[in-house]
């Protein structure tokens, strides 16, 4: 759904009028199950990581219209048709074992770990993110698939690596994508133009962030700070909104994750 906080906050902080709700209650079920494509199969798209990736790495992304499914290994990036991953589950096992090998029809090398990879909305691009030194690697999708090897463009991030990189869900906003750094800065990276936009201080929209997320529309988003207030704005960095951590929580417990 679409954002709707409104007022609910000011923009001067302070809790104003919001009251604590009571406790979620807990539930539990017995009903949740998810349906395997071939019983205990597994397939293995990359090469293994060791050590593992980072804790907040995003290493798997799909374009659903064109079928195409994208993954970061310790070493490349694979980039294969959804059908023939698929068709590889009911591929013969090796032995005793329950994972496929797999096969994909591109190879990227790659000389640095990746820590966050993902499509635009709109899957003209794929963009990538190195685990040490941030930076954005842009590769256009259509030169890929035609055995591109070079990104289209890249926009560096002063050294800093990435703790989120979330594309705007709109394919026809496809160029925008937020970018939060290790270090909770929040930058809203624009394909088109090849570089971050400027918001009313500058490229960096927001300090100590720690995750963000967007209205299903794309025309707004919000960001949690390290604080456990939240901020309702625009991708140009313009507050609409702060709602206020809630009165029972410390400032020591923030959210990590949200969505909308």
């Not at 906050?9 to 009571?22: D, F, M, R, W």
């Not at 496929?100 to 990227?108: G, T």
């Not at 190195?130 to 930076?135: H, L, R």
């Not at 206020?244 to 959210?255: E, I, S």
Request: proline share 8%; hydrophobic share 40%; charged share 15%.
């Amino acid at each position: 759904m679409a954002f709707s906080f409104g007022n609910v906050g000011n923009t001067g902080g302070g809790l104003g009028g919001v009251s604590q709700g009571p406790d979620l209650g807990l539930i539990q079920t017995e009903a949740l199950g998810f349906l395997s494509l071939a019983g205990d199969a597994k397939l293995r798209l990359t090469s293994q990581w060791s050590p593992p990736p980072a804790e907040n790495a995003s290493l798997l992304s799909i374009a659903s219209r064109q079928g195409l499914v994208a993954a970061a290994g310790p070493d490349a990036v694979v980039l294969a048709s959804t059908e023939a991953v698929r068709k590889a589950f009911d591929s013969p096992k090796d032995g005793d074992s329950d994972i496929r090998a797999f096969q994909p029809q591109l190879k990227l090398p790659l000389p640095i770990r990746i820590c966050q990879l993902a499509f635009t909305a709109d899957e003209t691009y794929l963009i990538l993110a190195a685990e040490q030194g941030g930076g954005l690697a842009v590769y256009e999708v259509q030169a890929l698939q035609q055995g591109a090897t070079q990104p289209a463009f890249e926009i560096p991030t002063n050294g800093e690596s990435l703790r989120a990189l979330v594309p705007n869900p709109r394919p026809e906003k496809g160029e925008l994508c937020a970018v939060v750094t290790n270090e909770g800065k929040l930058l809203m990276a624009n394909m088109k133009e090849r570089n971050f936009i400027p918001g009313p201080n500058g490229q960096i929209l927001k300090d100590q962030v720690s995750c963000v997320a967007w209205s299903n529309k794309g025309k707004q988003l919000v960001a949690g700070l390290g604080d456990g207030t939240i901020l309702q704005m625009t991708p140009e960095g313009a507050i609409k909104a702060e709602i206020p951590r809630p009165p029972g929580l410390t400032a020591a417990y923030f959210g990590e994750s949200y969505s909308c």
